[in-house]
């Protein structure tokens, strides 16, 4: 490493971040911050600006608004008006937040971004690949499965090898004031007690699509949009069937939600995935495990790939709920691999 290299952190005033930009500082590095402000008429976060003046390091803002909104916030309402549910992070990482950190390095003549995901980078054979972060609980890998090797070769993730009690511990060493700030829960956009899908309609301004919940063929109820449901949910349907129901399929073309009472019927033995982004440019082989929701533990899958940029998945176990417009995201073992939006079920 060369002393005093020139990198850059995306700094939001959190403790990862924070603690990312003080590592590297350690190590030697000379650190700029890159901001990415997503929303025009949010307030300025304080605790950022304290940050940097601690750390030491000059922070550049860059205006993504427009970006955000277009590419996220008015792409992910429309899959949600479609009857689908979309994974508006994965979309982010690859489309705004990268893209816009790089952009700005350019400019700063910076080669070395860094963030505060917690996953780890490897090099093997001239090839950059993600592994899960060595903190379970905080893996990251999930959410980046689009960033390819352009991404990759200028990437780096100090916060790898870290569990999150090492890096509150490590900020509290360094006395920053983000040491006990405490995390967000939900995706940055969302307002607290209401579901992503209506905060996205209303901020994109789309009409609901409402229609009738359908059990057996019968109409047992109605609802105010199709923007609010997703497959396997149960609370909140308010419909009166004597049992627990669940959303097994959402019909976009007349917005009914159709529902059942046996879970057996949420269960799903294969699916197509389309958009599939590799890693390393190509699938990497026939079996590997996927992970069909971010919490989920993963699952053993055989690989079909099928016309275009569209694959199919056999699964070894059957999955409840497998959704269309989740990230279905594939590993082979610890090493992240690739993934893509599942389409059909």
């Known amino acids: 490493m060369m002393s005093k290299e020139k990198v850059a952190v995306a700094m939001s005033g959190g403790v990862d971040s924070s603690v990312a930009a003080y590592l590297l500082k350690k190590a030697g590095y000379e650190v700029s911050g890159i901001h990415l402000r997503m929303e025009k008429d949010v307030p300025d976060d304080p605790e950022l600006y304290k940050c940097c003046e601690q750390l030491g390091i000059e922070l550049t803002e860059v205006d ?64 950059f690949l993600l592994s899960k972060g060595a903190d379970a609980g905080k893996d990251q890998s999930y959410f980046l499965y689009r960033l390819t090797q352009k991404e990759l070769r200028r990437a780096g993730f100090p916060l ?66 199709i923007h609010r449901y997703t497959l396997g949910q149960r609370q909140g349907l308010n419909v009166a069937l004597g049992k627990p129901a669940y959303i097994k399929s959402i019909e976009p073309q007349n917005g009914n939600i159709i529902l059942v009472t046996d879970q057996d019927e ?27 929701r971010y919490r989920s533990p993963g699952t053993s899958c055989e690989i079909r790939e099928l016309s275009g940029d569209s694959i199919s998945v056999v699964l070894e176990n059957m999955l409840r709920a497998v ?23």
């Open 323 to 345: 959704t269309p417009g989740q990230a279905a995201v594939f590993y082979d073992g610890d090493l992240l691999v690739g993934g893509g939006e599942i389409d059909y079920v």
């Open 160 to 225: 790898g090898d870290l569990s999150k009690d090492e890096v509150r511990k490590i900020a509290a060493e360094a006395q920053l004031s983000c040491a006990v700030r405490k995390d967000s829960q939900d995706a940055c956009f969302q307002i607290s007690g209401e579901c992503c899908g209506e905060t996205l309609r209303r901020r994109c301004d789309l009409p609901e699509k409402r229609g009738k919940f359908i059990y057996q063929g019968k109409t047992v109820g109605y609802h105010n949009g």
């Open 64 to 127: 993504c608004a427009d970006n955000f909104y277009r590419n996220v916030l008015y792409a992910s309402a429309c899959e949600y008006a479609c009857g689908r549910t979309p994974n508006p992070c994965c979309v982010c990482n690859m489309t705004v937040k990268f893209a816009e950190l790089f952009r700005a390095a350019d400019k700063l003549g910076i080669e070395k971004v860094f963030t505060g995901h917690y996953v780890r980078l490897l090099e093997k054979d001239g090839l």
């Open 266 to 292: 949420l269960l799903a033995s294969e699916f197509t995935v389309k958009n599939v982004s590799w890693q390393s440019g190509r699938c990497p082989g026939k079996k590997l495990t996927v992970k069909v």
